[in-house]
């Protein structure tokens, strides 16, 4: 219980924020295809963070309930 | 008091949400997944302690563990479907979602199946003839 980090959720959403601004940057500069690699690389960088939420989830729940 | 903690993760996500929706919806979902992975992970202790007083008075009550074991797992693999689905569900993907739910109520049957048979074997036992 006390290892639970909400930190997660705004380094997310501070992840996002920080994308948005570069990228309207980068749409104004007429850069749209860096806008949408750096869209891409956010997404997966986040996605990284939330699939090791995810796992720290799956590892409580398999060890509470026996499960496999 | 983890209800003020719980409280507090859910509303500062939805807001968060909010604000990313607009600009980056598939952020905006990884922050309601994270959101919720949270908020169970808040209650997880509960969860175990729970579980343990239930194994306790199942124990005293001489139920077999097996059948205990059964149902707990049976708990989990409901209600991890439900936590998957729900996110895609509100991501728009309601036909994964249903996929999910189907896939968890197989698995769920054939988890089931050892608990059936012995009901089965029990109820051919009472009856009089064969």
Redesign the interface.
Same mark, same amino acid.
């Given at each position: 219980m006390e290892g639970v980090n909400v930190d997660l959720l705004f380094k997310i959403a501070g992840i996002g924020i920080f994308i948005s601004v570069l990228n309207i940057v980068l749409k104004q500069a007429e850069k749209q295809e860096q806008a949408q690699m750096l869209t891409l690389v956010g997404v997966v960088i986040v996605l990284l963070m939330v699939l090791q939420l995810i796992n720290e989830l799956f590892e409580s729940i398999r060890s509470i309930f026996n499960l496999f | 008091m983890?209800i003020v903690?719980v409280v507090g993760?859910g509303l500062?996500?939805t807001i968060?949400i909010l *604000?990313?929706k607009e600009?980056?919806p598939? &952020?905006?979902f990884? !922050?309601a &997944?994270?959101?919720g *992975?949270?908020l !169970?992970?808040? *209650?997880?202790?509960y969860?175990?302690e729970i &579980?343990q007083a239930v194994t306790e008075v199942a124990l005293d009550a001489g139920m077999e563990v097996m059948y205990l074991?059964v149902l707990?797992?049976i &708990?989990? *693999?409901a209600?991890?479907a439900e936590f998957a689905a729900q996110v895609c569900r509100d991501a728009g993907e309601g036909s994964i979602a249903s996929k999910i739910e189907l896939a968890a109520k197989v698995i769920i049957l054939v988890m089931a199946v050892p608990i059936i048979t012995s009901v089965m074997e029990s109820i051919l036992s009472l009856l009089p003839y064969r």
């Open positions: - | 983890e903690q993760v500062v996500a968060l *604000v990313l600009y980056h598939e &952020i905006a990884q !922050i &997944i994270a959101a *992975v949270i !169970i992970l808040l *209650v997880i202790g969860i175990v &579980i074991q707990l797992r &708990i989990a *693999v209600y991890l």
